[in-house]
C-alpha cells in the first residue's frame, strides 16, 4: 500500500468513526449514552423496542475498514471472528453461517452424515424438542426427513419439562434431543445431558437467546455435541444478520458443518485457498474417475450458508462487549422484576432453571446444588387466569404507550397453521408427548418486553410506570 493509500484510509476510518458518533449515538449501550449526553427519550412518543442493534464507533471503523480490503465472501476476518468466539464459548471451534436458522439446519443435518456410522441420524429417526420455541429449532427435524416428538414446557422456566424426556424416549428411534435456552434461561443441562449420554443421544443446544448464559460456571452452548447461535440484531450480539454453530468436543463435525454449509462439496479449503490436501487431483470418491478435481467433489447434498467476511469484522468488536452487555441485561431483568413485585397478584414472572422464587434480595434456590446465571433476552409477563384483564388487553395498553413486546415466537408449535396442515396430511410427522398444557398456557397467557443493553433508565421507568398503572386501573 502506497503511503497516498495508507493516509487515505486512515483518514475515511478517522471520519466513519465521527460519523458514528455524530449519526448512531442512539445505539450505543445506554449507560455510554446516559453519561455523556442527555437522553432523546420522550415517554409515549418514542418507541421503546423489544430488542435491537447496540453498538458505537468501533463496530462502525471495523465494518468500513473491512468494506475498503473488499474481500466480500467469508475469509480472514471471518477466521478470527471464529477463533474468538470458540474461545469464549470453551468450545472446540466455531462455524460461521448467514443466520441462526441457518446455523440449527446446519447442526441437524450435518449429523445426517453416513460418515458417522451407526450414528448417522436416518429418516424416520426421531428428535425429542420442545413444544413452545421458535420454529427454525424444529423445522430443521422435519426437513431432514426426521420426526420431531414434541414435550412440554415448564411455563415457570419456559424450558422444557425434563420429565417429559422418558415418556418421549423410544429404544432404536430416539435418536437426539435439541432444545433451546428460552430467553436466556437454561434448561436443566444436568438432567438433559445425563438423559443423553445415558441413551448415547446426539444434544443439540440452540444457545441462540442465551449467549453468555452460566450453567454450573459454565457457558450455555458448550454441553452438547454441537450448539448454536444467532447473530440477528436483537440477539446478544449483532453481524447484521449471522450465526455460527459451535463444535463442543468432537472435531470431525466440524469438517460435516462446513461441509453442508459450503454446498455439500468434500474439499476442506477456505475460499481463496487450494491444494492443503496437497492431493487436490489425487482422489477417487464415488464413482468419479481418479483424479477429479477435489474443489468439485461433493460427499453430501447441501446448501451456500457462509456470511459475508465484513460482518465477522463487526463481530470481533462486538464480542468485546459481551461480559458488559450480560450485565446489562441482567441488571434490567432484575430492576423490572423489582418495580414489578406489587402485581404479583395479576402476574407470574419467568424463573432461572433451579430457582424456587425471587425476594428483592435475588432469587431462592432449590437444594440441587446447581448454579444458573442468565443473560437475559427478555422479561416475561404471564397474565394469571385470576387477572382482571386478559393478556389481549395488556397488550393493546403496551402498544399505546409505544412498548416493544412480542409473545414467546410461536407459542405452541403443533398449533401453528403449518404444522396443523402437516398433521392432516401426515399424521405420522410428528409426535406429542401428553397434554402440552404447560405450552398452551405460554402461548395463551405470556408476553414479554425487552432487556436490551440499549434500554436507558428513563425507558425502563417508563415501561414500569405504565404496567403497574394499567394493574391498578383494573
Not at 17 to 26: D, G, I, M, N, T
Not at 42 to 55: K, L, Q
Not at 404 to 433: C, D, E, K
Amino acid at each position: 500500500m502506497t503511503s497516498v493509500a495508507a493516509d487515505l484510509r486512515a483518514e475515511i476510518l478517522r471520519l466513519s468513526r465521527a460519523y458514528a458518533a455524530l449519526v448512531h449515538r442512539s445505539h450505543r449501550p445506554a449507560l455510554g449514552r446516559e453519561t455523556e449526553e442527555p437522553s432523546d427519550f420522550i415517554p409515549g412518543e418514542t418507541p421503546i423496542r423489544y430488542a435491537g442493534r447496540v453498538f458505537a464507533e468501533d463496530e462502525v471503523e471495523a465494518a468500513v475498514r473491512a468494506a475498503l480490503d473488499f474481500w466480500l465472501t467469508l475469509g480472514p476476518e471471518g477466521e478470527a471472528f471464529e477463533t474468538q468466539l470458540a474461545k469464549t464459548l470453551g468450545v472446540k471451534a466455531s462455524v460461521l453461517v448467514n443466520s441462526g436458522s441457518s446455523a440449527n439446519l446446519l447442526a441437524l443435518a450435518s449429523l445426517t452424515s453416513a460418515t458417522l456410522g451407526e450414528r448417522q441420524l436416518k429418516p424416520g429417526d426421531e428428535v425429542i424438542t420442545v413444544a413452545a420455541s421458535f420454529p427454525t429449532t424444529v423445522a430443521p427435524i422435519l426437513q431432514n426427513g426426521l420426526v420431531p416428538v414434541f414435550i412440554d414446557n415448564d411455563p415457570v422456566t419456559l424450558n422444557a419439562r425434563v420429565g417429559g424426556l422418558a415418556a418421549a424416549f423410544v429404544p432404536g428411534k430416539t435418536k437426539a434431543v435439541m432444545l433451546a435456552h428460552t430467553l436466556g434461561n437454561p434448561f436443566d443441562l444436568s438432567a438433559v445431558t445425563e438423559f443423553c449420554q445415558r441413551h448415547q443421544l446426539w444434544l443439540l443446544e440452540d444457545n441462540c437467546d442465551a449467549l453468555g448464559s452460566l450453567y454450573d460456571g459454565r457457558m450455555t452452548g458448550s454441553f452438547g455435541a454441537l450448539s448454536t447461535q444467532s447473530f440477528y440484531p436483537p440477539h446478544h450480539l449483532t453481524l447484521g444478520e449471522g450465526g455460527a454453530v459451535n463444535i463442543v468436543r468432537d472435531l470431525r463435525l466440524k469438517a460435516l458443518v462446513q461441509s453442508f454449509r459450503d454446498w455439500g462439496r468434500d474439499c476442506w479449503c477456505p475460499s481463496g485457498q487450494e491444494n492443503t490436501c496437497h492431493k487436490r487431483f489425487g482422489w477417487q470418491l464415488g464413482e468419479l474417475p481418479e483424479g477429479y478435481d477435489h474443489k468439485y467433489i461433493y460427499s453430501h447434498l447441501g446448501y451456500n450458508l457462509k456470511p459475508l467476511d465484513f460482518q465477522a469484522a463487526i463481530g470481533q468488536e462486538q464480542i468485546k462487549r459481551l461480559p458488559a452487555f450480560g450485565k446489562a441485561r441482567a441488571e434490567n431483568w432484575h430492576r423490572l422484576r423489582a418495580g414489578l413485585a406489587e402485581l404479583e397478584e395479576y402476574f407470574s414472572f419467568q424463573l432461572p432453571t433451579h430457582a424456587t422464587g425471587w425476594t428483592s434480595q435475588g432469587f431462592t434456590w432449590d437444594d440441587s446444588g446447581h448454579t444458573v446465571w442468565c443473560s437475559w433476552f427478555g422479561f416475561m409477563l404471564q397474565v394469571r387466569p385470576t387477572a382482571p384483564f386478559t393478556r389481549r388487553e395488556l397488550v393493546r395498553r403496551l402498544e399505546a404507550a409505544r412498548i416493544g413486546h412480542r409473545m414467546l415466537f410461536g407459542g405452541n408449535l403443533v398449533r401453528q397453521p403449518a404444522l396443523v396442515t402437516l398433521r392432516r396430511q401426515r399424521p405420522s410427522a410428528f409426535r406429542v408427548v401428553g397434554d402440552l398444557a404447560g405450552a398452551d398456557r405460554i402461548m395463551n397467557q405470556a408476553v414479554f418486553i425487552g432487556v436490551y443493553p440499549g434500554l436507558s433508565a428513563a425507558m425502563l421507568d417508563y415501561m414500569m410506570e405504565t404496567i403497574t398503572a394499567f394493574g391498578r386501573n383494573h
